[in-house]
C-alpha cells in the first residue's frame, strides 16, 4: 500500500521510471508520448543533458544559501539572462518555487508598492473569470474558475473578477474582432470606476488562458487597451503567465505577441522544465525603486527563495532555448500542429473551437456545435478522454467546467518544444482513437 496521499484518492497512478525525449516510460515498460508537458511544465523534454549537467555540477559546488546572507552565481546570472530579453521596463528577479508563490509574490508586492507611495487605500485587486493563478489562498482568491473556489470560499480574500476575453463564446453575432476586443477591455474600467479607482491597486490576467479555459489567447489589441486603463487610473498591470509563458507561445514572454508590457511578470513552469521547482516574479524598475527608495525591505519571502540549484537548471533551461532557436521550432511547429488539428478535429460534430499560440493549444467539445451547447457535466466527458488518451498511449490535459467551472470540456496540449515534425502524428492519432471512443 502506497503511503503518498495522491491527487485522487481513488486512482492508483503507474509508476514513472525514467524519461526520454517528449517520452515518459512507467514500470512496465510502456511509453507515453507526453503530449501536454505534464501541466506544460516540460517544454525541454525529459533527460536533457545540458540541464541535468549543470544542476549536478551546481549541487556539487553549492545546494544551498539561505538568500537573507548570500545570492549565488547562477541567480545573479539566471536574472541578467531573463532582464535582458524581458518585456521593456522590466529590471529585476525575485525568484520562488514555483507558479503559485509567484503570482502571491505579486499580490503582495502590488500592495505594498501603493501602501508605500502613500495610497493604502488601493485595496482592491481585479482579475478574470475562468482564470487560474494558483492554489495558495492569496493565488486561489484571483483565480476565477468557481469549481476550484468553491469550498475554500469562506477562507478567501476579496477579488473582483470580470468576463474573459473568450471570443468563442461571448463575442457577439454582429461584432467585429476588434470591436468585442475594445468591448470585453472596457470591463475593466467599468469595474475600476465601479470599485473607485482610488482603492484598485492591480489587474491580473493570463495573456492567454491557460488550464481552466483552454488555450484562449485575446483578440488583437485587447491587451492594449487594458494597459491604456491601467495606466489611467494608477493600476498595475501583472500578467500570469506561469503556464504559457518561457516560449509555449513562441516567444520567451507571452506578452510580445500583444506587444504589450506589465508592471509585474510571473513565469514558472517552463522556466524549470521540470527539472526543478523553479518560479520567478519579474517587476519594473519603477515598482522595484518605490521600495528601494522606501522601507528598502519586500514584506515578504520563502525558504527556498532563489535556490542555487534550481537556479542553475533554469539558467540552463533559457539558454537552450535561446541557443537552439527553439523559439523558432515553437512557431514551425506550432503551425503544423494547428494545421493537423484542424484537418483531423476541424469537421467533427463534437469540436467547436480549436484555439491557441505556439506550441500552446486548446480543443473545445460541444454537444452541438450549431449552438455551441456544452455536455452534461455528467457524462465527465473530460475525465473519459483523458483515460481514453492514456490508454492509446498519449499523455494530454483534458478537462471539465470550461465555461463557468461546471460546464464545457476542453483538452489542452502543450508538447516539448522538442518534437519533430513526424512525432505530431503521435498526438493526432491516439486523440482521435480517444475521441471515437468517448464521442462516436
Known amino acids: 500500500m502506497s503511503h503518498v496521499f495522491p491527487r485522487n484518492c481513488h486512482v492508483s497512478p503507474p509508476v514513472a521510471v525514467r524519461g526520454e525525449g517528449c517520452y515518459l516510460i512507467g514500470a512496465d515498460g510502456g511509453r507515453v508520448f507526453d503530449g501536454s508537458g505534464g501541466a506544460a511544465v516540460s517544454c525541454l523534454g525529459h533527460s536533457d543533458a545540458a540541464v541535468v549537467s549543470a544542476a549536478q555540477d551546481q549541487l556539487g559546488k553549492l545546494a544551498f544559501a539561505h538568500s537573507s546572507f548570500f545570492t549565488s552565481e547562477p541567480a545573479e546570472a539566471l536574472a541578467d539572462l531573463l532582464v535582458e530579453h524581458a518585456p521593456d521596463g522590466i529590471e529585476r528577479v525575485y525568484f520562488v518555487s514555483g507558479g503559485s508563490e509567484a503570482t502571491e509574490a505579486a499580490i503582495k508586492l502590488a500592495r505594498q508598492y501603493h501602501v508605500e507611495r502613500g495610497e493604502p487605500a488601493r485595496r482592491h485587486l481585479i482579475a478574470r473569470q475562468q482564470s487560474y493563478h494558483g492554489n495558495t489562498l492569496g493565488a486561489l482568491a484571483a483565480g476565477g474558475n468557481a469549481w476550484r473556489r468553491a469550498q475554500f470560499a469562506p477562507l478567501l480574500i476579496d477579488v473582483s473578477h470580470i468576463p474573459p476575453c473568450y471570443e468563442y463564446i461571448l463575442r457577439g453575432d454582429t461584432e467585429t474582432a476588434d470591436e468585442y476586443g475594445q468591448r470585453a477591455a472596457q470591463e475593466l474600467e467599468d469595474e475600476i470606476l465601479r470599485l473607485g479607482p482610488e482603492t484598485v491597486m492591480a489587474f491580473m490576467a493570463e495573456p492567454v488562458v491557460g488550464a481552466t479555459l483552454g488555450a484562449v489567447p485575446a483578440v488583437a489589441g485587447y491587451f492594449t487597451r487594458i494597459r491604456e486603463i491601467c495606466d489611467k487610473y494608477g493600476v498595475l498591470l501583472i500578467l500570469d503567465e506561469v503556464m504559457c509563458g518561457m516560449g ?193
Open 248 to 440: 509555449r507561445t513562441g516567444y520567451l514572454f507571452a506578452c510580445e505577441a500583444d506587444q504589450v508590457a506589465p508592471d509585474i511578470l510571473c513565469i514558472a513552469k517552463g522556466l524549470g522544465a521540470g527539472y526543478q521547482p523553479i518560479g520567478a516574479m519579474l517587476c519594473s524598475g519603477a515598482v522595484y525603486d518605490t521600495i528601494a527608495q522606501g522601507s528598502g525591505f519586500f514584506q515578504h519571502g520563502h525558504t527556498y527563495l532563489a535556490h542555487p540549484v534550481a537556479t542553475a537548471a533554469g539558467l540552463a533551461v533559457v539558454q537552450q532555448i535561446l541557443q537552439r532557436d527553439l523559439l523558432t521550432a515553437v512557431q514551425q511547429r506550432g503551425a503544423q500542429l494547428q494545421a493537423a488539428l484542424i484537418a483531423a478535429f476541424g469537421q467533427h460534430p463534437h469540436v467547436g473551437d480549436i484555439r491557441g499560440r505556439g506550441l500552446f493549444w486548446g480543443i473545445e467539445l460541444v454537444a452541438d456545435r450549431d449552438s455551441k451547447t456544452s455536455f452534461d457535466p455528467e457524462l465527465k466527458i473530460a475525465a473519459r478522454l483523458k483515460k481514453a488518451c492514456f490508454a492509446a498511449g498519449l499523455a494530454c490535459y483534458p478537462m471539465g467546467g470550461t465555461r463557468d467551472g461546471k460546464q464545457g470540456d476542453h483538452i489542452l496540449l502543450a508538447p516539448p518544444y522538442i518534437m519533430t515534425e513526424a512525432q505530431i502524428d503521435e498526438i493526432i492519432a491516439p486523440l482521435s482513437r480517444a475521441i471515437l471512443e468517448v464521442l462516436p
